[in-house]
């Protein structure tokens, strides 16, 4: 359970202890609706079945971002279909799981449903958790480090106050739908360059990391955004992980209180 939550800035400091037989789990980059709801509605539903595996030892469940390939959310509309997986989801939350959700670079605008219907609490950066004695530096990876510039300059676009505002007035068939194809053929956004390893040298994700660590220690960085499922050792002490998808990888982080371990989801297209 999560013990404690401070804001500084826009980091969050939050600290939690797992109780005895449980566990935390991380996941990233559904990207659910994509390519299409036929071929999604396949991958939704393993993703269904690993939150009803791990429920039984769930201490808290962090979904780090890219749930949905688009997710526009007005201030009465949302966009239609997920229903298993939003379901699932307040089930879970509903049965006393803390979910923990980090916005992505495919669900900007995200605003307070996942709060005030699924009692998910939604993280807009990074933040700094304390599992224990493991200390996490956490987030979805988007616009971190000394690449990423053309994402950083739309991010900034995108998040602004007039732009919202000018997209509200949007009918919401128009937004999601130039949503949907800004996704697919904006490679700023879809990000169809990330998921090819660069090598440790040229990935920008371990260059943050490694900045990050002359400032202060942490243990653990977890991040999605690559696509790619990574455990990079930077030093003696400290690992960067990078969770993959459930897109071609079906790979998510489990930590048990004394290690971390990145594991492969045993997918069946058949159920």
């Not at 003696?236 to 993959?244: C, D, M, P, Q, T």
Request: aromatic content about 16%; proline content about 3%; overall charge positive.
């Amino acid at each position: 359970m999560q013990s404690g939550t401070l804001q500084t800035s826009n980091l969050y400091f939050c600290t939690m202890n797992i109780p005895k037989g449980k566990k935390v789990y991380f996941a990233s980059d559904n990207h659910l609706g994509a390519p299409n709801q036929e071929k999604s509605r396949l991958r939704e539903k393993q993703f269904v079945a690993w939150l009803d595996a791990i429920k039984k030892d769930a201490a808290a469940i962090y979904l780090m971002g890219d749930l949905f390939d688009v997710w526009i959310e007005y201030k009465r509309v949302i966009p239609k279909g997920f229903v298993r997986v939003l379901g699932k989801l307040a089930e879970l939350a509903d049965s006393g799981i803390p979910i923990y959700f980090f916005v992505g670079n495919h669900d900007l605008w995200m605003r307070d449903y996942f709060q005030r219907e699924l009692g998910i609490e939604v993280h807009h950066h990074p933040i700094d958790l304390s599992v224990g004695n493991a200390r996490f530096f956490v987030g979805h990876g988007d616009g971190l480090g000394p690449q990423d510039k053309g994402y950083k300059f739309m991010k900034k676009i995108f998040t602004n106050a007039l732009s919202k505002w000018l997209f509200r007035w949007l009918h919401p068939d128009w937004g999601v739908s130039l949503g949907q194809y800004m996704s697919q053929k904006n490679k700023l956004i879809s990000g169809a360059k990330d998921v090819k390893f660069m090598g440790e040298e040229k990935e920008w994700l371990v260059a943050y990391c490694k900045r990050k660590l002359k400032q202060e220690h942490f243990d653990y960085f977890i991040f999605g955004h690559r696509h790619l499922p990574l455990d990079i050792k930077l030093n003696e002490s400290a690992r960067y992980i990078n969770l993959g998808d459930w897109i071609t990888h079906f790979t998510y982080a489990v930590y048990d209180g004394r290690s971390l371990e990145l594991k492969k989801w045993k997918r069946n297209f058949n159920d």
